[in-house]
């Protein structure tokens, strides 16, 4: 059985869409805030407070390892390199490594408006470029780097489309939408591009 890691994870929201798909799934985090207040306490076993860039496992533990929803973005380059260092350590042979990050080439980026004055000042200095995160991947040993924008509309397109109901077919329909111009143009800015590598 294939086995994962998110570093990040929050609330372990895709360990758990990975375990559906036959991924035996784990997540790590600085806190466990978010699994506390939002996760069947099943999933605990499947969770440990811990550094992304000091990753309490053994060499080759994982086919994947993901960092989503913008994390990567919170770390310092010095910290970038220790967590794609770790990540490199902890994938088996041709394991695959999956981030996604928000793109500061994008002119309607609107993520920051969540975050507090402080955190949007620390990310602003951290946002990386494509170019620059595959040549990071490139450094820590990864192959077969590749970069993929989506979210290549403004949130205001995005309010009111839900997952149920009417709005899921707007949601749908603007999905098809950006992986059609990604498909096009895939030097367009996204809200957020999703690198893969291989180990």
């Known amino acids: 059985m294939a086995t994962s890691l998110d570093v990040g994870s929050g609330t372990l929201r895709y360990p758990q869409v990975l ?3 036959g991924v035996r799934s784990y997540g790590i985090d600085l806190s466990d805030a978010g ?3 939002c996760v069947d306490q099943r999933w605990a076993g499947r969770f440990a407070v811990a550094d992304g860039t000091a990753m309490p496992f053994r060499d080759g533990s994982f086919d994947l390892v993901t960092c989503m929803m913008g994390t990567v973005n919170h770390l310092s380059a010095a910290q970038r390199e220790r967590f794609l260092a770790e990540s490199f350590r902890t994938l088996r042979p041709g394991g695959l ?5 928000w793109d500061p080439a994008c002119r309607f980026q609107t993520f920051m408006s969540f ?3 402080a955190e949007m000042a620390q ?3 951290r946002l990386t470029e494509r170019e620059p995160l595959r040549a990071e991947c490139a450094a820590a040993g ?3 780097v590749r970069t993929t924008p989506f979210c290549t509309f403004p949130d205001w397109l995005v309010t009111g489309a839900g997952a149920a109901g009417t709005n899921a077919d707007r949601l749908a329909r603007l999905v098809d939408l950006d992986r059609d111009r ?3 143009d895939p030097t367009v800015s996204g809200q957020m591009f999703l690198l893969s590598a291989r180990r």
């Open 97 to 101: 490594l999956v981030v996604s990050a």
């Open 19 to 21: 375990n559906r798909f």
């Open 123 to 125: 990310l602003r200095t």
């Open 35 to 37: 699994i506390r207040a």
């Open 115 to 117: 975050y507090s004055p």
């Open 182 to 184: 990604t498909a096009h």
């Open 142 to 144: 990864f192959g077969d």
